[in-house]
């Protein structure tokens, strides 16, 4: 894919504006933990693809990336306010890797 141009006031889709589902944050954190070097920008043609399946725009997907970066780095990367849904997989994810 190639990289899209930015759309003023940003890009939008039937989805814009509505709350993740624990389905849709569960995928992303699913790519987020499937490789660790992954490279979070909207020109990522993974992000992309995850984006196009979920129906959500490109940036919001990558938004979501690098909520759980910021998890997985403790707090000290970029977002404090972020979904507490976020915090619960991350959570979940956590204790499963720790049995």
């Not at 995928?27 to 490789?35: A, E, F, N, R």
Request: aromatic share 8%.
């Amino acid at each position: 894919m190639t990289r899209k141009p930015r759309v003023k006031g940003g890009e939008k889709n039937t989805k814009s504006g509505q709350k993740w589902s624990r389905e849709e944050l569960g995928d992303v954190l699913d790519l987020y933990i499937s490789d660790p070097e992954l490279k979070i920008h909207e020109s990522n043609e993974i992000i992309q693809k995850l984006a196009v399946r979920l129906n959500r725009t490109t940036r919001s997907v990558e938004a979501q990336l690098l909520m759980f970066r910021s998890l997985d780095r403790m707090g000290f990367y970029g977002y404090k306010n972020m979904n507490k849904l976020c915090r619960e997989l991350w959570k979940e994810y956590i204790n499963k890797t720790m049995i």
